[in-house]
Every structure is written in structure tokens, then in C-alpha cells.
């Protein structure tokens, strides 16, 4: 019987040869999932989009908390898609925020980490959360403020 805590896998494909020969990634992006399927291409298209600007390495670390609609289907599907980038962690039950994002950290592999949710109210788009990440400062922690949920934003 397996362990409700513990994923099935990663649902990482094993490493191709090219893969083993990259490097290991500067970023890691943790967020946590749970019945997210109808945002969750955008949140694609728009967090690749900012992470491929920034033209480090990186991975994304999603972990599915058990969720009920097509969210685990559109994870696995992204993985297929970005398979150097996309990483799968898949709960068989809901166990909360916390401990989706602990079982992500457990498994980060970039210098850098950082958190977001999954329903798209924080902007990938916007510089100021990623600016730590482009810079030399010695800071270990970094916030930004966002504006409120529905607000217009630039860009996004």
C-alpha cells in the first residue's frame, strides 16, 4: 500500500542523456495545485514566458494536491511539453497548501526558490517579484506586493 504523503513518482520522465549533461537549475519554482485546470495554461504560457526571458536555468515543481478536475491531466500534459522544466509531484489525496509546498522543497534542485499559486493572482509578469533573481544581491529572502485580485495590470 502506498503512503498518502508520498507521490506516486515525480512523474518526472528518467533523464535523457542531454538532460544529465545540462546544468542544474539556477531557479526553482514551487506551486502548489488543487482543481486549477481552468487557469492552468495560462499560468503556462505567462510563467514560461517570464522564466525563458530571464535566460537562467529553471524548473517549475508542481504539486498536484489531490485535485478533482483536470489538473493533474494538464500537468502531466505540460511535463510532455517542457520536459527539462516541468516537474510533477501528484498527491492521491488534498493535504493542504503547506505540505504541497514542503513536498516540493524537499525536491528543488535550483540556488533560488520561489513560491506561487496556481490561480494566476499573483503576476508572473511583473519584474519586481523576479528582480532578486536577476541581480547579484546577497539577499536570502525576497517579498513584492501585488496589486488587489481584479485590478487591471499591465501586461498580463
Same mark, same amino acid.
Given at each position: 500500500m502506498r503512503n498518502a504523503m508520498s507521490p506516486e513518482?515525480? @512523474?518526472a520522465p528518467p533523464p535523457s542523456p542531454s538532460l544529465s549533461l545540462s546544468p542544474p537549475p539556477y531557479l526553482s519554482?514551487? /506551486?502548489p495545485v488543487f482543481n486549477e485546470a481552468e487557469v492552468?495554461?495560462?499560468l503556462f504560457a505567462r510563467l514560461t514566458a517570464v522564466l525563458d526571458w530571464l535566460g537562467r536555468p529553471y524548473e517549475i515543481i508542481f504539486t498536484n494536491d489531490g485535485s478533482r478536475d483536470d489538473s493533474l491531466d494538464l500537468l502531466?500534459?505540460?511535463q510532455r511539453r517542457r520536459p527539462r522544466e516541468g516537474r510533477v509531484i501528484d498527491f492521491n489525496g488534498n493535504f493542504g497548501q503547506h505540505m504541497? /509546498?514542503?513536498a516540493a522543497f524537499e525536491r528543488v534542485r535550483g540556488e533560488v526558490v520561489v513560491t506561487l499559486d496556481a490561480d494566476l493572482q499573483k503576476y508572473p509578469s511583473r519584474s519586481r517579484p523576479? @528582480?532578486?533573481v536577476t541581480t547579484s544581491s546577497e539577499a536570502s529572502a525576497a517579498s513584492g506586493r501585488m496589486?488587489?485580485?481584479g485590478a487591471s495590470h499591465p501586461g498580463w
Open positions: 513518482a515525480d @512523474r519554482v514551487v /506551486i492552468l495554461e495560462r502531466r500534459d505540460f504541497a /509546498i514542503m523576479w @528582480r532578486p496589486p488587489p485580485f
